[in-house]
């Protein structure tokens, strides 16, 4: 019955029956073991089980001709569906990276469950309600087109008025709007708003109003945005209902008062939002609150409190592999970069933050209002570099995997081959040549602040900068690099 790995609980849930009782199991699975029929990958707890694909087939073809597939289908079905409804119900809380590994171990049986539900009328609705469960492994982890695909198929096999269609059709909707894909959006929240109002489900109708509220943000109509998301988040304290989703919407309204010029307001609800998560041990949302807080600072002009923000959100998404608010810490920290003077770094980030987009759908959720901003920083970036040295730039980052984007979005920047270009070189300031050579020259970062006559905080940030704008990641390499510009110097001058 099962589809790529599986685990000694899942083989006790599903193989069990009338002949074989749960403390039977253990025994019969290691027999299988000791004649390689069955494989064990890793040990302990963490242990894996899988058959190959030729014993695999025979298995289903024995089992078939006792015509009982549809039994132990039915029970791996069930078993998976479990999992799917507690990783829901269970999300908001301190298990979240857990339930990563679990889910995205467990990928190809829940395909597997979800295939046998829509190939079988009397399941449909079964894999309707158990798309709908995935909610948060679809969009917190990435799996966006994933969830489109099955989402769609399960709203297309059971057409019937409920409440989980109400529910597979904001998640489906969710999914299209992070995607960029308004449109389909917009079609999936116009009926189930319609449902939900037949059922009189204020559940789904605060859903609905919360996502519809971003995506009507994301067309640009920010003032039918406002209230839309103001009333979601109403509607959620007086259910007094709280979970992830919940606490996003106070995130979410934070996000429309950036682009409505209310950045105080957006610091106020990201404390709230971010107070309740922390309360919780919850992650996920407390990290778009985080990133939200870093769009509010970045509004009020205050760029360094906005990378620290930005910065701290990354850690979290990198933990949870959240790929999309990954990718959208890297394209506010390129902003960033920009506004900070580091203009090199900003153009490797755009790059680098255009291929991690392309992965999920349209950067920056294809808000119009954000990828104008985008497109300022860029030709912004492109002037100060000039037009060669910023796509030497850009094409750098553009080429970095996913693991030396983050890292390169969080300061430090991969080796590069042939060392530091002359793009970053030539983007140094004044005052950050100066730091360099007293960088060169030993001084401690108090040392650097008491021969400049600057505060010690500013020092560090000069430094911090140096760093960051020439792809080091220690002061020795900064001295070496000098040594070698002087050196090139004297050869130049000797000439």
Not at 116 to 133: D, I, K, Q, V
Not at 142 to 151: A, N, P
Not at 357 to 362: K, L, M, N, V, Y
Request: proline share 1%; net charge negative.
């Amino acid at each position: 019955m099962f589809a790529g790995s599986f685990d000694l609980e899942a083989v006790e849930a599903v193989t069990t029956d009338d002949e074989i009782g749960v403390d039977e199991v253990f025994e019969l699975l290691a027999g299988l073991i000791d004649k390689s029929v069955v494989l064990r990958e890793g040990a302990g707890a963490q242990a894996r089980y899988r058959l190959l694909e030729t014993i695999r087939a025979y298995g289903r073809e024995r089992l078939s001709t006792q015509g009982r597939t549809d039994i132990f289908r039915r029970q791996h079905r069930d078993y998976y569906q479990r999992i799917a409804e507690d990783s829901e119900r269970d999300w908001f809380g301190s298990d979240q990276v857990d339930w990563r590994h679990r889910l995205e171990n467990e990928r190809a049986n829940l395909w597997a469950a979800l295939e046998y539900c829509l190939s079988t009328p009397a399941e449909h609705a079964a894999g309707l309600r158990m798309a709908g469960a995935l909610c948060y492994y679809w969009n917190a982890y990435g799996h966006l087109q994933d969830g489109r695909y099955w989402l769609g198929r399960a709203l297309a096999a059971d057409t019937r008025t409920s409440a989980d269609r109400a529910k597979a059709l904001w998640v489906n909707g969710w999914d299209a709007m992070t995607q960029g894909d308004n449109s389909s959006a917009m079609g999936c929240f116009d009926e189930g708003l319609a449902i939900a109002e037949t059922l009189g489900d204020d559940t789904a109708r605060a859903f609905v109003r919360q996502f519809r509220g971003s995506a009507e943000q994301f067309a640009g109509n920010l003032q039918v945005a406002e209230p839309l998301l103001r009333q979601a988040v109403e509607a959620h304290r007086q259910s007094g209902l709280v979970n992830s989703l919940t606490v996003l919407g106070t995130a979410q309204l934070g996000f429309v008062s950036c682009l409505l010029n209310r950045p105080e307001r957006a610091v106020e609800l990201c404390a709230e939002c971010r107070t309740v998560s922390e309360h919780a041990g919850e992650q996920w949302a407390h990290s778009w609150a985080t990133w939200v807080l870093g769009l509010a600072r970045w509004t009020q002009g205050k760029y360094r409190d906005a990378g620290v923000a930005l910065r701290d959100s990354l850690r979290a998404k990198q933990v949870l592999n959240d790929r999309l608010g990954i990718s959208a810490c890297a394209e506010l920290l390129a902003w960033v970069a920009v506004e900070e003077d580091q203009p090199a770094h900003g153009a490797q980030l755009f790059g680098a933050s255009r291929t991690l987009w392309a992965s999920i759908g349209t950067p920056l959720f294809g808000s119009a209002a954000m990828l104008e901003t985008r497109e300022q920083y860029e030709d912004k970036a492109r002037r100060i570099l000039g037009p060669k040295a910023y796509d030497q730039d850009y094409q750098y980052g553009q080429r970095l995997k996913a693991a030396e984007a983050i890292e390169l979005a969080r300061g430090a920047h991969p080796a590069r081959a042939g060392g530091s270009s002359a793009t970053e070189q030539a983007s140094l300031t004044r005052r950050q040549r100066e730091v360099a050579e007293l960088i060169a020259q030993g001084l401690t970062n108090k040392e650097i602040a008491d021969k400049l006559v600057i505060s010690q905080r500013t020092a560090e940030g000069h430094v911090e900068q140096v760093l960051v704008k020439m792809g080091f990641r220690s002061r020795t390499q900064v001295a070496a690099w000098l040594a070698r510009q002087e050196g090139i110097d004297q050869g130049s001058r000797t000439n």
